[in-house]
């Protein structure tokens, strides 16, 4: 399970720096001072809810272990609602969250406007990113690395391309980042959904055969 947990880790960041490295190319250097620290404000947010992703891995597998498939439905669905809460929390405390963040960090007005746009359009996002967050623990908790990072290529690469289409192709700058990494987060969860629904199927057929026997 080693490398794909090792690569999923590192991918967390990568939407920010990939964003940072798209505007990068504009000619204004005020963009990717702007899109660097409003990565920065959402890189520390997720360390700071990485707990829904690995507090998930353990109780999972040892539920697991156990054969009480209630209890790692029950898990993830916890989890789940933790993420939304959390993440509907900081959508709704966004303008005070910027506020103190800007306050802490000396900026030029330009680079204080443009990050402050970036974040609150990708801001929105957080109910996705940390409802992700929850599923990748828990199928971390079910001895599975492959799913997770499934999940994680699949949105840094829409990512990726969504950044080259906003920003050369409609020319949107740090808007089109933002924007992008809000819709990459969104499909990712989809994605992540789907993959949980084929394994509470096998879950349940798990259960149904330990009921019968």
């Not at 939304?84 to 680079?111: K, R, T």
Request: charged fraction near 10%; glycine fraction near 10%.
């Amino acid at each position: 399970m080693a490398w794909p947990i090792i690569v999923s880790n590192v991918s967390v960041p990568l939407l920010g720096a990939v964003d940072t490295a798209v505007v990068g190319h504009l000619p204004e250097t005020y963009y990717i001072g702007a899109v660097a620290i409003g990565a920065m404000m959402f890189n520390f947010i997720f360390h700071g809810f990485n707990c829904l992703r690995m507090g998930t891995t353990g109780p999972t597998a040892q539920a697991l272990g156990q054969g009480e498939y209630g209890e790692v439905r029950a898990l993830l669905g916890r989890a789940l609602i933790l993420a939304a809460v959390a993440g509907c929390a900081i959508v709704a405390l966004q303008l005070p969250i910027a506020a103190a963040a800007f306050g802490a960090i000396e900026a030029s007005g330009e680079v204080e406007s443009f990050a402050a746009q970036y974040f609150l359009i990708r801001v929105w996002a957080l109910p996705a990113a940390l409802g992700s967050f929850a599923i990748i623990g828990w199928f971390y908790g079910l001895h599975d690395s492959k799913a997770p990072l499934v999940i994680q290529i699949f949105t840094n690469a829409l990512n990726m391309v969504l950044d080259l289409l906003f920003v050369f192709g409609f020319g949107l700058a740090v808007a089109g980042v933002a924007a992008a990494s809000l819709i990459a987060e969104y499909a990712g969860f989809a994605v992540a959904v789907f993959l949980v629904w084929r394994r509470l199927g096998a879950l349940l057929r798990l259960s149904i055969r330990n009921a019968v026997y």
